[in-house]
């Protein structure tokens, strides 16, 4: 792009899902249709069109909730890369997280990352993505008193409070979306009173079902629903697993999965309780915080 050209931006309406999701297919990424139909309708996405109408870059915005907006899908076409659109949109996405008071943030790939941090981003932590190409063997005990059982749409209210309080994201939408995309996967852990426990959440994918988010109590529970999730349907798998979770890592290696790629989780400013991701034993995905 030369320096006085100014980008038509235009935006991208969720009845562009399937027009745009060619653009992650080139990318090698895992979002299918479903998942730019949900991410336009529930953010804002804007890009850049070819001569021939077909999307040659795009961008998103995700609100999660008033204090935070997740910045993803970042992508252009391999015939209009090195010239700038990436990067004018990602500030682009910037300015208007920006401009609505919120913090943005993002998870950085290693040639990602150099960009992000002149822009003033900063590290939180370091994130492993793990595939695994089949169903694990091995059982998890749970904790004497706590039970696993199928998530069902009653639980999303308390399920939303417990996700809060502990991933520090307002993320309801995103929670009862993926409670129906692979409503067999969806599984909470529970006291004998009722009280959550964890759960695990899970959405089909183009390449490999997404297991994640995976917030819990514990780490021995967190891995007990991450089991039950990998057995409920086919593999392979993916799973973004923040590095602190080294028994996770290590249990999934002992599985056959492998960790070929990395992400840094960053942000644009502090967003209380995002930097500890002690009860975040999965992540949703890097295209949703």
């Given at each position: 792009?030369?320096?006085?050209?100014?980008?038509?931006?235009?935006?991208?309406?969720?009845?562009?899902?399937?027009?745009?999701?060619?653009?992650?297919?080139?990318?090698?990424?895992?979002?299918?249709?479903?998942?730019?139909?949900?991410?336009?309708?529930?953010?804002?996405?804007?890009?850049?069109?070819?001569?021939?109408?077909?999307?040659?870059?795009?961008?998103?915005?995700?609100?999660?909730?008033?204090?935070?907006?997740?910045?993803?899908?970042?992508?252009?076409?391999?015939?209009?890369?090195?010239?700038?659109?990436?990067?004018?949109?990602?500030?682009?996405?910037?300015?208007?997280?920006?401009?609505?008071?919120?913090?943005?943030?993002l998870d950085a790939t290693e040639l990602g990352r150099p960009i992000y941090l002149p822009l003033g981003?900063?590290?939180?932590?370091?994130?492993?993505?793990?595939?695994?190409?089949?169903?694990?063997?091995?059982?998890?005990?749970?904790?004497?008193?706590?039970?696993?059982?199928?998530?069902?749409?009653?639980?999303?209210?308390?399920?939303?409070?417990?996700?809060?309080?502990?991933?520090?994201?307002?993320?309801?939408?995103?929670?009862?979306?993926?409670?129906?995309?692979?409503?067999?996967?969806?599984?909470?852990?529970?006291?004998?009173?009722?009280?959550?426990?964890?759960f695990v959440l899970g959405r089909d994918g183009r390449i490999a079902t997404s297991v994640g988010p995976?917030?819990?109590?514990?780490?021995?529970?967190?891995?007990?629903?991450?089991?039950?999730?990998?057995?409920?349907?086919?593999?392979?798998?993916?799973?973004?697993?923040?590095?602190?979770?080294?028994?996770?890592?290590?249990?999934?290696?002992?599985?056959?999965?492998?960790?070929?790629?990395?992400?840094?989780?960053?942000?644009?400013?502090?967003?209380?309780?995002?930097?500890?991701?002690?009860?975040?034993?999965?992540?949703?995905?890097?295209?949703?915080?």
């Open positions: 792009m030369a320096p006085t050209e100014v980008l038509a931006v235009s935006a991208i309406d969720p009845e562009q899902a399937e027009a745009v999701w060619p653009l992650s297919i080139e990318a090698g990424w895992n979002q299918n249709a479903a998942d730019w139909r949900f991410m336009l309708g529930a953010g804002r996405g804007f890009g850049l069109r070819g001569a021939d109408g077909s999307w040659q870059a795009s961008s998103l915005v995700l609100p999660l909730g008033q204090r935070l907006a997740w910045i993803s899908m970042v992508l252009v076409t391999k015939e209009r890369r090195r010239g700038g659109v990436g990067s004018e949109l990602l500030k682009r996405c910037v300015e208007e997280v920006c401009a609505a008071g919120a913090v943005a943030g981003f900063h590290d939180l932590y370091k994130i492993s993505r793990w595939h695994l190409d089949r169903t694990p063997a091995t059982q998890i005990p749970l904790p004497q008193g706590i039970a696993l059982r199928a998530m069902v749409l009653g639980d999303l209210p308390q399920l939303a409070t417990y996700d809060r309080s502990l991933s520090s994201m307002e993320r309801p939408t995103i929670l009862a979306h993926l409670a129906t995309r692979q409503p067999g996967l969806a599984a909470v852990a529970e006291t004998p009173s009722g009280k959550i426990a964890g995976v917030v819990a109590d514990s780490e021995v529970i967190a891995l007990a629903l991450i089991a039950r999730a990998t057995a409920s349907t086919k593999p392979p798998f993916i799973i973004d697993v923040p590095d602190a979770h080294r028994e996770v890592g290590t249990w999934l290696k002992s599985e056959g999965a492998v960790s070929p790629r990395g992400y840094t989780r960053m942000t644009l400013g502090s967003a209380r309780g995002l930097d500890d991701p002690s009860h975040v034993f999965a992540l949703a995905g890097p295209e949703l915080g």
